[in-house]
C-alpha cells in the first residue's frame, strides 16, 4: 500500500484515545480537512491495533498513555506490521524522554495537545503523504538530541549510499515526502519507497528526523535539515 499524494483520495485516518471528549474534539478538527477522512475511533491502544488491521488508514493517530496498551507499544507494533501505516503520536506529554522513544518506535511525526489545530492537519497530511511531523514545541530538543547521539555513535559514511540514494536522503533532508521526492527525481513512489529503505539500512537511521540530520551533517542540505511542522530547527 503506497501512501496517499496530493490530489489523491483523502488521507484515511484512525484516531486512538482513551478520552471519549479528546477524540471528539479531534475528530471536529479532522472535519475541517475535505482531504482527511476518519475512518475509526478507538478507545486503547488493543482496539486501535485492531482496528487498523481492519481499515488499513493512511495514519493512526495515537494517545501516549492508554488503558491495557499505550500508544509507545502500539505505535512499535503498528510499525512492525505495516510500514505503510504512518504513525502521529498526539499527547499532553512533550518529554524528552517521550519523544526520544516513539521515534526509535516508529513514529512519523509528534504533536501536543496544547498544540494550533492547524498543526494537527498539517501533520496529518505531511505523514499521509510519507513524509515526517514535528511539533515545533519539541522540533528543537529533538534536532539536539539527535546531533548528541549523533556525537557518541557516528553515522556511517555516505560512501556506502549510491548516487541515487543520496539524492533522495538530500530529499528527506529538506522534508520532503516519498511523493515528493518521487516528482523532483522523476521517479515512481514505489521507487522512492525502497530508496529510503535502503537509506535507512546503510546509515543506520531510526526514523526521517534522524536521516535529515545525516543529510545536513554530510553537507547535503547546508542550510540545516527542515520538515514540515519544524520550520527550521538546524538553526534553532
Not at 24 to 44: F, K, N, Q, T, Y
Not at 105 to 119: H, N, T, V
Not at 200 to 207: D, S, T, V
Request: proline letters at 5%; glycine letters at 10%.
Amino acid at each position: 500500500m503506497e501512501k496517499t499524494t496530493p490530489g489523491s483520495r483523502p488521507v484515511r485516518v484512525l484516531v486512538a484515545d482513551d478520552e471519549a471528549m479528546v477524540r471528539a474534539g479531534v475528530l471536529a478538527i479532522l472535519a475541517r480537512d475535505e482531504h482527511v477522512e476518519v475512518v475509526a475511533e478507538a478507545s486503547d491502544g488493543h482496539e486501535a491495533l485492531a482496528l487498523s488491521r481492519l481499515h488499513r488508514p493512511d495514519v493512526v493517530l495515537l494517545d501516549i498513555q492508554m488503558p491495557g496498551l499505550d500508544g509507545l507499544t502500539a505505535a512499535a507494533r503498528l510499525h512492525r506490521e505495516s510500514t505503510a501505516i504512518g504513525v502521529i503520536m498526539l499527547t499532553t506529554f512533550g518529554q524528552d524522554e517521550y519523544v526520544t522513544r516513539a521515534l526509535e518506535e516508529g513514529a512519523d511525526g509528534f504533536l501536543l495537545k496544547a498544540d494550533d489545530p492547524r498543526e494537527l492537519l498539517n501533520g496529518v497530511r505531511a505523514v499521509g503523504a510519507g513524509g515526517a511531523y514535528l511539533s515545533p514545541r519539541v522540533a528543537g530538543r529533538v534536532i539536539a538530541g539527535l546531533r548528541a547521539h549523533r556525537a557518541a555513535h557516528p553515522h556511517r559514511s555516505l560512501e556506502r549510499l549510491t548516487e541515487r540514494e543520496r539524492e533522495v536522503l538530500a530529499g528527506l533532508g529538506t522534508g520532503l515526502s516519498n511523493a515528493e521526492i518521487a516528482s523532483r527525481l522523476h521517479l515512481v513512489e514505489g521507487t522512492v519507497k525502497a530508496h529510503v529503505s535502503a537509506v535507512f539500512a546503510k546509515l543506520g537511521a531510526r526514523n526521517r528526523v534522524e536521516a535529515a540530520i545525516s543529510a545536513y551533517e554530510a553537507g547535503l542540505v547546508p542550510s540545516g535539515p527542515r520538515w514540515p511542522g519544524a520550520g527550521n530547527p538546524g538553526t534553532e
